[in-house]
């Protein structure tokens, strides 16, 4: 997995007419270009590379360091190929707020228009809706998903876009998938994740660390409602206890509960929030305790399953069964790129200059005024 670090903080206000009306024509000179010279599935999943997507919206004119790069990129590159989907061989869906629920409607449509068969369409909407998911409920970071964008091929392949914020901190942060990296939805999918500052803790249950947390989370809910409730209660009794064990027999299997000398209950990322007393919870547990989902994905895919779900059935798995979840910020790495500081390595310049070639390249092909070549390629140079 490439993760990456980008620095860019909330953007407030809306990008004026002029600048955007410029960025979809240069937009759509850029897609042409590029879609030509590497062909569809080849654009998709350069938008899936963070480093390329952020550098792609500085030639467009907008700020490095802004978190309205993502939403504006994003609308100015679907209203570039608007009429000419078809011709580029590119279908963006979604985007920021209101709209990027209308991601699954979107893919519909273009499944209909394009001839594609009911289960291709399915799969499409189905992977946009898990990544939303995924990223809202499997990485607990602070960060409040609102926009979300699905880019795809006729052939198949398909990026995500979605953006978090964080009011607290007024930062953004960005999730990047890519269909053709992806063995499986839930376990580290992303192509990168760009952020301002790592977070110091982050319940990421896509890690490989938190294998057993989700398996066990599986089986708590194989088990039954009332026994997942019975554990539910033993943390309840025990939350303001800082030591103490227990055992529990379930037939022919004894399992032991943890000694909670190492678990400070006050500040536990999870616990605090005292999620027993929330009857929508115990409704969903229900639900979910009578479909008895055989996997993790499906028991994440049901409707009502959502943060809170996943955090209550991380916690009993950790501190009844001792299946700790990865706490580590998945976005803790620098760009792709390397750092100037040779942190975490030294810069890769073949990769670096070339991506920036390739989009000098398509700004010179490009049909537009000089004076506008001259400002992109001005962009391009300042990085």
């Known amino acids: 997995m490439h993760r990456g670090i980008a620095t860019f903080t909330l953007d407030y206000g809306k990008c004026p007419p002029w600048l955007f009306e410029r960025m979809v024509k240069l937009g759509r000179e850029m897609t042409r270009v590029l879609i030509e010279e590497y062909g569809p599935d080849e654009f998709i999943k350069r938008i899936s590379d963070p480093v390329w997507f952020q550098s792609l919206g500085t030639v467009l004119a907008f700020d490095w360091n802004a978190s309205g790069l993502t939403t504006i990129l994003t609308a100015a590159l679907k209203e570039a190929i608007r009429g000419q989907e078809k011709d580029f061989g590119i279908f963006i869906a979604g985007g920021k707020g209101k709209t990027s629920r209308k991601t699954p409607d979107e893919i519909v449509s273009w499944g209909e228009k394009l001839s594609l068969s009911p289960a291709h369409t399915n799969n499409l909407v189905y992977n946009s809706r898990m990544s939303a998911k995924v990223d809202s409920s499997l990485v607990q970071d602070g960060f409040q998903i609102y926009h979300h964008s699905f880019f795809f091929s006729k052939s198949g392949a398909w990026t995500v876009v979605q953006q978090g914020m964080n009011t607290k901190n007024a930062t953004a942060r960005r999730y990047h998938w890519y269909s053709e990296n992806i063995d499986d939805l839930i376990v580290e999918p992303h192509s990168g994740i760009a952020t301002q500052i790592p977070q110091t803790s982050a319940l990421n249950l896509t890690s490989r660390n938190s294998d057993k947390t989700r398996q066990i989370s599986t089986q708590l809910i194989s088990d039954g409602y009332q026994t997942l409730l019975s554990d539910i209660e033993i943390i309840k009794k025990h939350s303001t206890k800082t030591s103490w064990m227990a055992t529990l027999k379930r037939g022919a299997d004894e399992l032991t509960l943890l000694k909670l000398h190492d678990i400070d209950f006050a500040h536990h ?94 700004v010179v092909k490009s049909r537009i005024n000089p004076l506008e070549k001259d400002k992109a390629i001005g962009r391009l140079n300042s990085r």
């Open 269 to 362: 990322p999870v616990e605090g929030e005292a999620f027993w007393n929330s009857p929508y919870l115990k409704k969903i547990l229900a639900k979910l305790a009578h479909l008895k989902p055989e996997t993790y994905e499906k028991l994440l895919s049901t409707a009502g399953v959502g943060p809170k779900t996943i955090r209550a059935l991380s916690l009993v798995s950790e501190i009844i069964y001792g299946a700790r979840p990865s706490y580590e910020d998945p976005a803790r790495y620098s760009f792709a790129h390397g750092g100037k500081d040779s942190i975490p390595y030294p810069v890769d310049r073949p990769t670096y200059d070339q991506t920036i070639e390739i989009l000098r390249q398509a």
